[in-house]
């Protein structure tokens, strides 16, 4: 056996014996991990720059590449590699050539803002860029504020992403900050395992910011492991074996035999472990829901701040009657034109709500919406004509919306749209000249005896306060509705009720009159009248608020479609009027979603003149419904209760006055509270030295009057200089003699042996008052009040050595004795 052991060591005393130092154990030697070991020549370079590098960057590879996956759902198509793909390169560059040249993480930084400017336009915003590589003005503010912006986008606006080129900043952002922090651990850190830290960081939050469809999460999760833990060993095995000196060629080839044993050794095993984890999780483990954040966060979008379009029902019934609005390119048979869903009732309106629930929430959509449905979206073309207004007519389910005018480009970033209630709008607002294209999917509506086998399901809508309904609401609905339990049933008693009880009437020339809206009151004196008369507005809402008095979930949806009197011929395009306006109820149906309800009454004007002239509505009746509270005010006939009437119909608005005065005064202590504070502050300070409690402090503090006023005005005194040097740089400065017999006497009385008399110092301050006066009155307006405004003399006195937190405690306190 050999006298060295497997180190390469000699035995213990060998070198006692007077033999040489064996190689590797001579003064200056560095040892490595074991005894008698040495570092190898790579141990003296940078990582960044040995072989094993491109290990780690092999690895960081396929971890981010699986990372990078997870964007596919959400993206729609390949388009997302580029900016992926770049972030994560230009990520690993910059962390590579940090661990080169050894930057500390402040230059790293720097480095990575720079990176992210230069190839941020060419890899995530080519459209903003010169020839796709240059940027541009538009592709520094977008950059800029996709960092900060981006993200909340990302999560509110609706899937695919790719009909958003300028959403691209996340993902490249996201892998270039993962890729460079993963590269900066692996070659820096003594413990690279770690760089799969943020890497698994990475891989939730793709997780979250993308949909509820997956993409293959334990494909990525299973690679991603797999290759931190072979990754890992072989790390390991470095640190173990690469750190010893290797002296022949057959100790290299042995140690190359060695980790690729190894290597190949746990790869097979964790490729085994990986096939039977890949066939057995789906079944062993449950698949729980997918929770992301935009199925959690609430866009902050706010819809109320557009008004409700059913307010202009009969706008459109009436005055717009012949007016074209729009050209509809193609209506698919049985569909609708809708122009909102409304699910909201305050007693003045019905609105849209948007808050979650089945009111569903709006989120921005582009040319493409993500849907699970396999069936191929139809085309359909709008021109717009005589329609205004933010919310967009379209029909069934939305899969895109393209907008094709001078004004697309604000459209596009302005489009929002509520899957569950089929909603959209664009804050850019629609006007006459523009068109778009909608992609849409028009549902089979069921008829009305499947519907009366069918089950209506529960919906969260919000609530309508009590004091909201119509007053007679309540019993109306029970009239209708009898001791029937079955919600269907009741619904459909209901609408029959309405039909059968009214007339169609839009206030046309030879309608009944008819008073628009949709009030609590309106809908109150339309369902108390035996027979009622309104138009599609009144009639749905007092449905739906009939129905939500049942226990039947309702909304009001406010739309076009062709009647009997429309001049729509199938096959052909179909110019929508101002009378082809409806509204209508929707339902939910377990078996068929929301199914709409009609409710319109006849439209039957030969009715009028039948012999029940009971049955006829009254125009005083209808048009006037406020007289029933005149007898109330009448019945009050004493003066002092009409005093008191009009005190309490004019109180005067305290809270008015109280926002009037926040909003000046608020702007004015602002502006004059800093003046007003150093004016209190000299006023206190100059009353603090002429009342001290020593005559001999009252002369000391005369004279710091007068040096302050002096430091005030612009004179620089020297720091420590005694009054008569003071009173020098004065007499000087202002041309003042005097100043000099000023400092003499104070001298005089505060050095002097008998205490000064009040009498001393009234006079000394009143010579102190004449020469600030005279120094005062010698500048012009602007100077003296910076003077009467300045600070200096505060700051002066801040410096004189006490500290800046002492000094600003003890300002305008009284002293015993002024230095």
């Known amino acids: 056996m050999s006298d060295e052991n497997t180190r390469g060591n000699l035995p213990a005393g060998a070198h006692a014996q007077g033999s040489q130092p064996p190689y590797g154990t001579g003064p200056g030697y560095r040892t490595g991990t074991g ?201 390991v095995m470095e640190a173990r074996v690469g750190t010893h000196s290797i002296t022949t060629e057959a100790s290299r080839e042995a140690t190359r035999r060695l980790r690729w044993h190894r290597v190949r050794t746990g790869a097979t095993i964790l490729g085994a472990a990986a096939l039977v984890a890949g066939f057995t999780a789906p079944i062993l483990m449950p698949h729980p829901d997918r929770s992301v954040l935009r199925e959690t966060v609430v866009p902050p979008f706010d819809i109320h701040q557009f008004t409700s379009p059913l307010v202009a029902f009969r706008h459109y019934a009436k005055d717009a009657r012949e007016e074209e609005l729009f050209t509809v390119s193609e209506l698919p048979e049985g569909a609708r034109v809708r122009l909102a869903t409304l699910d909201e009732y305050d007693g003045v309106v019905f609105d849209a709500a948007g808050d979650g629930g089945d009111t569903g929430v709006y989120t921005r959509v582009g040319e493409e919406i993500a849907t699970k449905s396999d069936v191929t979206p139809t085309p359909i073309d709008v021109t717009v004509a005589g329609y205004s207004g933010v919310w967009v007519p379209e029909i069934g389910d939305l899969t895109g919306v393209e907008w094709l005018g001078a004004n697309a480009e604000a459209q596009t970033d302005g489009t929002y749209y509520n899957p569950l209630t089929s909603t959209a709008l664009t804050t850019a607002g629609i006007r006459s000249g523009d068109t778009y294209r909608l992609k849409v999917l028009v549902p089979a509506t069921p008829d009305e005896d499947a519907l009366k086998k069918a089950t209506i399901r529960k919906a969260d809508l919000p609530e309508t306060e009590a004091s909201a309904l119509p007053a007679g609401l309540p019993g109306k609905t029970g009239q209708f509705t009898g001791d029937k339990t079955d919600p269907v049933e009741k619904l459909f008693l209901l609408r029959d009720a309405l039909q059968n009880s009214g007339f169609l009437s839009s206030g046309l020339d ?222 000087g400065a202002h041309q003042v003699p005097s100043t000099l017999t000023l400092a003499h006497r104070a001298d005089a009385s505060v050095f002097g042996r008998g205490e000064p008399t009040q009498a001393d110092v009234e006079s000394f301050w009143a010579e102190v008052d004449e020469l600030v006066g005279g120094l005062r009155s010698n500048l012009s307006t602007r100077r003296r009040v910076g003077a009467a405004l300045s600070l200096r003399s505060v700051w002066a006195r801040v410096g004189g050595g006490r500290g800046i937190l002492a000094a600003l405690g003890g300002l305008g306190s009284r002293r015993t004795k002024e230095n």
Not at 83 to 107: D, N
Not at 647 to 672: H, K, S
């Open 35 to 235: 005894r008698g070991t040495t570092r190898r020549k790579e141990a003296e370079q940078p990582r960044a720059l040995t072989r094993f590098a491109l290990v780690d960057l092999g690895a960081l590879a396929v971890m981010l590449g699986a990372v990078a996956v997870g964007f596919g759902p959400v993206w729609g198509s390949l388009g997302y590699l580029l900016p992926t793909a770049g972030g994560a390169l230009v990520g690993l560059a910059v962390a590579w050539l940090g661990a080169w040249r050894r930057f500390p993480a402040v230059v790293v930084t720097a480095l990575a803002v720079v990176a992210y400017v230069l190839f941020g336009g060419a890899l995530a915003l080519p459209h903003t860029t010169i020839a796709g590589v240059v940027p541009t003005l538009d592709t520094l503010r977008e950059l800029m504020l996709g960092s900060v912006q981006g993200w909340k986008q990302f999560i509110t606006t609706s899937p695919p992403m790719r009909s958003f080129p300028d959403l691209g900043v996340v993902p490249f952002l996201l892998m270039l900050v993962v890729a460079l922090v993963a590269g900066t651990i692996a070659w820096r850190a003594k413990h690279a395992v770690w760089a799969v830290v943020p890497v698994i960081v990475a891989l939730v939050g793709v997780i979250l910011l993308g949909t509820v469809d997956e993409a293959m999460p334990i494909v990525q999760g299973l690679v991603i492991a797999i290759t931190a833990l072979l990754w890992g060993a072989v790390r």
């Open 510 to 731: 030879g309608q009944p009159p008819s008073r628009p809206g949709h009030s609590a009151d309106r809908v109150d004196t339309l369902i108390e009248q035996e027979k009622m008369v309104g138009d599609d507005e009144q009639f749905a809402v007092a449905l739906a608020l009939m129905a939500r008095q049942a226990g039947i979930p309702a909304r009001v949806v406010m739309g076009f479609y062709p009647d009997k009197d429309s001049k729509f011929e199938e096959g052909e395009p179909w110019t929508v009027v101002g009378s082809d306006v409806h509204a209508w109820v929707e339902v939910p149906f377990k078996e068929y979603g929301w199914v709409p309800i009609d409710t319109v009454p006849d439209e039957n004007p030969q009715i009028q003149p039948e012999p029940k002239s009971e049955q006829v509505p009254k125009p005083p009746v209808l048009q006037d419904p406020e007289p029933p509270d005149e007898p109330d005010k009448a019945k009050a006939g004493s003066v002092e209760d009409d005093e008191k009437d009009d005190t309490e119909n004019d109180p005067f608005d305290w809270g008015l006055l109280g926002l009037i005065l926040l909003a000046v005064g608020i702007p004015l202590l602002v502006i004059a509270g800093p003046i007003i504070a150093i004016l209190a502050y000299k006023a206190r300070r100059r009353t603090a030295r002429r009342t001290a409690d020593l005559p001999a402090d009252r002369i000391s503090g005369g004279w710091h009057e007068v040096v302050d006023v002096v430091t005030d005005i612009g004179t620089s005194l020297p720091r420590g200089a005694t009054r008569r040097e003071s009173a020098g740089v004065i007499a």
